[in-house]
């Protein structure tokens, strides 16, 4: 069956530096990778996704690749801020569902510190 | 727009108490599910819709059930709710973009707690 891996949290960080946190799949078909953010109290929220292999997503200074040879789907960014204090959740969904069912890691919670 | 809408935000209930968690989309979303939340799980499905009428079971449908009679509400009905269903509830819309991908909206959630 499809499933997503992700680093378990929380990771916590000062302000400015260096975030990755790590996501590997594995499917059937040819899927589609996402970020999603959830802010605290809130919904989650699209952060950025690829849809196929080598594609790059990219939003709010976020990026990741799609890396069909490692199965993988690693999210970075390069200066973080308290705002982006969040869980973030890694989640495929492959052409075989009709109706884009996504399939979610458990996900990381980012502590980011003044 | 309001997007996906959920009422209520948070809920308590007793063992053995039946609710509706309400959900609405106004994008005209062909697609509709509910998910849970709950910790070092993701989010995991319960139920989905493709259109008004047809419903379907998602990995965890047991204890809930689902209708569609219009295509802008899918409400969550728990028949008898047990401490298990403890949760956060997420409901979602999805539609097919142009190239042939899927994209979903979510709700801001409903917090269940049951005693």
């Known amino acids: 069956g499809n499933s997503v891996t992700q680093m378990e949290g929380p990771v916590t960080l000062s302000e400015e530096a260096f975030l990755t946190i790590n996501c590997t799949y594995t499917?059937?078909?040819?899927?589609?990778l996402f970020w999603y953010v959830q802010y605290p109290g809130e919904g989650l929220q699209l952060l950025l996704k690829?849809?196929?292999?080598?594609d790059k997503g990219s939003n709010k200074g976020f990026e990741a690749t799609y890396r069909k040879e490692t199965t993988s789907f690693h999210l970075e960014k390069g200066s973080v801020q308290v705002s982006d204090s969040a869980v973030y959740f890694c989640?495929?969904?492959?052409?075989?569902?009709?109706?884009?069912?996504?399939?979610f890691g458990a996900g990381t919670q980012v502590v980011v510190t003044p | 727009n309001a997007g996906v809408t959920q009422t209520p935000k948070f809920q308590v209930l007793k063992t053995g108490q039946s609710m509706t968690l309400q959900c609405a989309q106004d994008?005209?979303?062909?697609?509709m599910s509910w998910y849970r939340q709950d910790p070092g799980m993701g989010l995991r499905l319960i139920h989905y819709?493709?259109?008004?009428?047809?419903?379907d079971q998602g990995e965890v449908p047991n204890g809930y059930n689902v209708s569609r009679s219009t295509t802008e509400d899918f409400p969550l009905r728990l028949l008898s709710a047990a401490p298990s269903q403890t949760s956060v509830y997420f409901c979602?819309?999805?539609?097919?973009?142009?190239?042939?991908?899927?994209?979903?909206?979510f709700g801001p959630g409903t917090r269940l707690t049951v005693t």
């Open positions: 979602a819309s999805s539609y097919s973009t142009s190239s042939g991908g899927y994209e979903q909206y």
């Open positions: 499917a059937t078909g040819y899927p589609s």
């Open positions: 690829a849809t196929k292999a080598d």
């Open positions: 989640a495929l969904s492959v052409t075989t569902d009709s109706w884009g069912k996504l399939q």
């Open positions: 994008m005209n979303h062909e697609y």
């Open positions: 819709s493709v259109g008004a009428g047809i419903t």
